[in-house]
């Protein structure tokens, strides 16, 4: 079963790039020809970035930070955990080195070394491709099929770190959207803001904000009834860009418990790996 943070992390992450739509305003026209031209070359950069599988090219380090919040918005939890990612014929491993920072040990080293352990095995013997998988059911693919769930406009060009990027605001096409898979619930509520580098067509920023509550687990045990959050790329060499910040906050019900969490997570020390 899908966990709730990854869940709203599968709004913003897909494979090499991903999608997911926030901002408030009034909704937008169809899509102009310069903005399909835009998406369209968004879409090729993605499909091409995807092929040249830039994740397992890097190791890197990686911050995790989860922050629970009581009824009154207080501060109830505060954990930060660090991460060693590295590939591993070709499949990114993010090992855990640190909690709050010192090192790990005691039950947290044990479950890291038993986790360890499985994903040997998984690479030794991959299972088959499960259409029930839960990986398939909330990943987030940036595509044509995902982008015909939109309408969008330019709303003008920004710059990301120097860099200037095509700002798209995305909504909803009004009407019954389709719902296939648990995540569709959240992506025909969302809208935003997409920004992409001018120059490359990468996926520099995404910025989501939902806009009525979620049913979760096709409303069986939850709901999601708020969420918002932040997604950013950037370039690290040559024609690379990867992940650096993932940055979500949701209130989710389960069952009759109440979560309000936001998690952060940091990609940094990036380093090229020798072929």
């Not at 009581?70 to 990114?92: F, K, M, N, S, T």
């Not at 998988?133 to 710059?159: H, K, P």
């Not at 996926?203 to 939850?222: D, K, Q, S, Y």
Request: charged share 30%; proline share 6%.
């Amino acid at each position: 079963m899908t966990k709730p943070a990854t869940f709203l992390t599968s709004l913003l992450v897909a494979t090499a790039t991903a999608i997911v739509i926030g901002s408030a305003g009034p909704a937008p026209e169809a899509p102009t020809p310069e903005v399909r031209a835009i998406i369209g070359k968004a879409v090729e950069r993605a499909a091409w970035a995807q092929e040249q599988d830039f994740g397992g090219r890097y190791r890197q380090s990686m911050t995790h930070r989860t922050v629970e919040f009581d009824g009154d918005g207080e501060v109830a939890e505060d954990e930060l955990r660090g991460y060693a990612v590295e590939p591993h014929q070709g499949v990114p491993y993010a090992k855990l080195v640190t909690k709050n920072g010192d090192p790990i040990s005691g039950d947290d080293l044990d479950e890291e070394t038993e986790r360890w352990e499985k994903f040997l095995e998984t690479l030794a013997d991959p299972p088959e491709a499960d259409d029930d998988d839960d990986d398939d059911d909330t990943n987030v693919i940036f595509n044509e099929d995902l982008l015909n769930r939109y309408t969008a406009e330019l709303v003008g060009i920004r710059e990301v770190r120097g860099r200037p990027a095509f700002v798209l605001a995305f909504e909803p096409r009004p009407g019954k959207l389709p719902v296939h898979r648990r995540i569709d619930q959240a992506l025909n509520k969302s809208r935003g803001e997409i920004w992409i580098d001018e120059e490359t067509y990468e996926i520099a920023r995404v910025t989501f904000n939902l806009m009525e509550p979620v049913r979760l687990w096709w409303g069986i045990l939850g709901r999601l009834s708020e969420g918002n959050g932040n997604f950013e790329r950037t370039p690290i060499s040559g024609d690379a860009w990867l992940a650096t910040e993932v940055d979500v906050y949701f209130q989710l019900r389960v069952l009759f418990s109440t979560s309000r969490r936001r998690e952060t997570t940091v990609w940094d020390a990036f380093e090229p790996i020798a072929d």
